[in-house]
């Protein structure tokens, strides 16, 4: 299909393909620029497709400069350019997203690890494992030597000096195997079973437990200091102070014995079930190593000359 038109300036005639309809052109003989007239009629196909539809041109492209070649062409859209591959998001572990959590302040773990022990000792261990552990076992060893004077009869020479000292001593003794055998027994106990605490964690679990130690020695301590060495006698017959001792102890030991439990299960991350399983395997391994000190004593001492 073509397109018969005139220069509205000279009245020169041009014949020019349909599909050039619209476009600004300039006549060959006076110059004139003007745009190419549109049909009224619609278009005919040619070999059965149809042509695309026309565009019309804004006033500023028929402003626009002259065309050297006498038709003017579209502009070539803007190439775009390729989006970026998308990378793969990082993926943060559960500790990491446990760490980027806004935290609470930490409150006092002397109160909380009595009702929430498990979370408790996890918040210590990721703070400072060692925070309180040789102060707990010093406190603990005092109150496992006072025992000893508690639940048998005092010397008659004996002055609260000399209690005195001897408590220093087996506090000593107490903190020391703790700290260092005790960890490393309850560690290798955990291992057997499944666990994964380490030996930071194994020290702060035993240790925390002990708090419950710490309030009998309170009591203990409060009772010397009202009734002096009296205080270490047995109980009479009577309701006296050191028996009301005695009776509210009781739920104190049970209760260290539970947050024993919770504190091996969370610094193993393992089950309760497997808490008591790594304990009772503690026990036989500290009871074969007594048996085995025992063993060697009598060879080293006894042995016939």
């Not at 006072?146 to 209690?163: A, D």
């Not at 195997?177 to 994964?196: Q, W």
């Not at 009772?280 to 007594?290: E, F, I, S, T």
Request: with cysteine; charged share 20%.
């Amino acid at each position: 299909m073509t397109i018969a038109f005139s220069c509205p300036q000279c009245g020169k005639g041009f014949d020019v393909d349909g599909a050039l309809a619209g476009k600004r052109c300039r006549c060959k003989q006076c110059g004139h620029l003007f745009s190419i007239p549109i049909p009224k009629t619609p278009r005919a196909t040619i070999q059965g497709r149809s042509e695309a539809p026309i565009r019309r041109k804004s006033a500023a492209r028929r402003d626009a400069p002259d065309d050297p070649f006498g038709i003017e062409e579209q502009p070539l859209p803007p190439r775009r350019s390729p989006a970026p591959e998308a990378e793969e998001p990082e993926w943060l572990s559960r500790d990491q997203i446990e760490n980027d959590r806004p935290r609470k302040p930490l409150r006092n773990p002397w109160l909380t690890i009595w009702y929430s022990p498990r979370k408790t000792l996890r918040r210590i261990v990721k703070k400072d494992a060692e925070q309180g552990v040789m102060l707990l076992l010093f406190l603990a060893g005092v109150n496992q030597t006072l025992s000893n004077f508690w639940f048998e009869r005092l010397p008659v020479n004996l002055t609260i000096f000399h209690v005195f000292l001897l408590l220093l001593l087996g506090a000593t003794i107490y903190t020391a195997l703790s700290y260092f055998l005790g960890a490393g027994i309850l560690r290798l106990a955990g291992h057997v079973l499944g666990g994964d605490g380490e030996s930071e964690e194994m020290r702060a679990a035993p240790a925390w437990a002990e708090v419950p130690m710490v309030a009998i020695l309170v009591l203990r301590g409060a009772a010397i200091l009202v009734m002096g060495t009296d205080a270490l006698e047995p109980p009479g017959a009577d309701m006296s102070l050191r028996l009301i001792i005695d009776l509210a102890s009781i739920p104190l030991y049970v209760w260290s014995f539970v947050l024993l439990v919770a504190c091996v299960a969370e610094a193993h991350r393992f089950s309760i079930a497997k808490a008591v399983g790594a304990l009772v395997v503690a026990v036989l391994v500290l009871m074969a190593v007594y048996v085995g000190l025992i063993v060697v004593g009598f060879i080293v001492f006894f042995r016939p000359a």
